[in-house]
């Protein structure tokens, strides 16, 4: 009706005459008795509109059975599903680098569930923790597997998340409007730093338990730094109150502050939508546009197969060792190191070693992190779409840094 009106409107015709309102307007009235079909009701017993809007949202041809009871429930998703296939994704050359945030998310939702099976018989105390990892490693049915799959995937999502933050970076896409976007994804990676440093002491073995040594007196350079080394590990040493505290970071504070910066990146990613690189639409470089749903979601979960089989293949043969039992009063065996993502942080501090070189290389570190995350708004270039050379050039220096620190550790130490 309306768009019959709407035709007509638009052909210059006066609005053809509503029909009379009978049975609408009864309609309109709940507990009202409706006209015709409701002739049969009794009055003042309510009777629903039979005919309810459109139910299937891919548009299938009306079934019956179980299908037509999904199809009905479902339809309280249809604005999302309408929503979701708004949502375009350019294509153009460098559109591969669009998949490292589905993978990244892909890598914590295995986290998530490799994380609670594990849960289901490790114990955080200094008595059991080490003890309970041999045993998930040896007895439980898979145990191993999911151990492995944890541990490796844990390693990939920091991959994922650190391709995903340069790519995002080169091709400039923390520009107005997604500035939010690139500050979100920035504590996003720092909570996953954070679990991943959180992780590596819980099997109690002798390797974590002195890199987290090493790790948690680092503060101890800055003023008011004791108090930090204090909260992290729960005491002047660390030991059985450290474990306590890294597990409930690990377990409960971390997961629950991840989700909802994770839900705010997510929900701008929908509302935003993909950006394209600077300059590209003027020049015609944007070869389309694909819907996003159901389109790149069905490209996305063939990247999340291929990233799958990697995870299985590095679990089954590459797995990771168990050690031996920490004994914190043991001496500190030679090589201990981090994790290779603390790599840079860790050899910087390697290289100014000298009287107060340490909180020199810590104050350019918070300087330089500062910087990075402020970049969508210091790009003023980058915001008004022109491009902006001087901060490629930045971020390729930051990725050289990164990488020469890490792999000089890797030359220093082996893997
Ligand atoms: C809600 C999610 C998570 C839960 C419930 C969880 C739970 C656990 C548990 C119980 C352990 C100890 C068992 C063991 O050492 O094998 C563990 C270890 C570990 N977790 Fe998680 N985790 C979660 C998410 C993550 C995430 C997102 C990361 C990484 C970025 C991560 C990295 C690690 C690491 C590196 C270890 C030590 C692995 C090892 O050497 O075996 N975890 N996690
Ligand atoms: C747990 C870590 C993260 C997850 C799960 C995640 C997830 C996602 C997803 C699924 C997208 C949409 C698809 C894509 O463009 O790849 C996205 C976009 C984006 N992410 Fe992340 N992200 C994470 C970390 C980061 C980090 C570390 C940064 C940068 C510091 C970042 C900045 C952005 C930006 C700027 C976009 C918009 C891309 C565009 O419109 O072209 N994210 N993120």
Do not use: C
């Not at 009055?43 to 039979?50: D, H, I, R, T, W």
């Not at 971390?254 to 300059?279: D, E, N, R």
């Not at 749903?293 to 995870?311: R, S």
């Not at 810590?362 to 491009?387: N, Q």
């Amino acid at each position: 009706m309306a768009e019959e009106n709407n035709k007509n409107a638009m052909a210059g015709k006066a609005p053809a005459k509503p029909k009379p309102p009978a049975a609408k307007a009864v309609a309109a009235k709940p507990g009202a008795p409706k006209a015709g079909a409701a002739g049969s009701a009794k009055p003042g017993v309510y009777k629903p509109e039979e005919k309810r809007g459109e139910v299937d949202p891919f548009g299938h041809k009306k079934q019956s059975g179980l299908a037509s009871w999904a199809q009905e429930r479902y339809s309280v998703l249809n604005p999302i599903f309408d929503y979701l296939k708004k949502k375009e994704v350019p294509q153009h050359r460098h559109s591969f680098w669009y998949y490292f945030g589905g993978l990244t998310l892909f890598f914590f939702l295995i986290q998530i569930v490799t994380g609670l099976l594990l849960l289901l018989y490790y114990r955080p105390t200094e008595a059991e923790a080490f003890a309970r990892f041999v045993y998930i490693q040896t007895e439980v049915p898979y145990g191993w597997l999911i151990r492995q799959v944890h541990a490796w995937s844990a390693n990939l999502m920091v991959l994922m998340a650190f391709i995903h933050m340069f790519s995002t970076f080169f091709m400039k896409s923390y520009r107005k409007p997604r500035e939010m976007m690139w500050v979100s994804g920035f504590v996003l990676l720092l909570l996953t730093l954070g679990f991943g440093f959180t992780g590596y002491l819980l099997p109690w073995n002798e390797l974590a338990f002195f890199a987290t040594q090493i790790g948690t007196e680092v503060p101890l350079v800055m003023p008011g730094g004791e108090f930090i080394v204090q909260i992290l590990r729960g005491g002047e040493e660390v030991g059985a109150e450290t474990l306590t505290r890294m597990f409930a970071m690990h377990v409960v504070l971390l997961p629950g502050i991840l989700m909802l910066v994770l839900s705010a990146h997510l929900l701008l990613v929908q509302v935003l939508g993909t950006s394209a690189p600077i300059g590209y639409k003027e020049a015609g470089l944007i070869k389309g546009y694909e819907k996003f749903f159901p389109t790149f979601l069905a490209k996305d979960a063939i990247g999340w197969m291929i990233g799958f089989a990697l995870l299985i293949y590095l679990a089954v043969m590459f797995p990771w060792e168990i050690g031996v039992k920490a004994d914190p009063l043991a001496a500190a065996p030679f090589g201990i190191k981090p994790e290779w993502y603390f790599w840079a942080q860790f050899q910087l501090l390697k290289d100014f070693k000298f009287e107060g070189g340490e909180l020199l290389a810590i104050i350019l570190f918070t300087i330089g992190g500062i910087v990075w995350v402020l970049v969508p708004f210091i790009d003023k270039k980058a915001s008004r779409e022109e491009r902006s050379p001087m901060f490629t050039i930045f971020g390729l220096l930051v990725l050289a840094f990164m990488l020469v620190e890490t792999y000089r550790v890797y030359l220093e130490y082996g893997w």
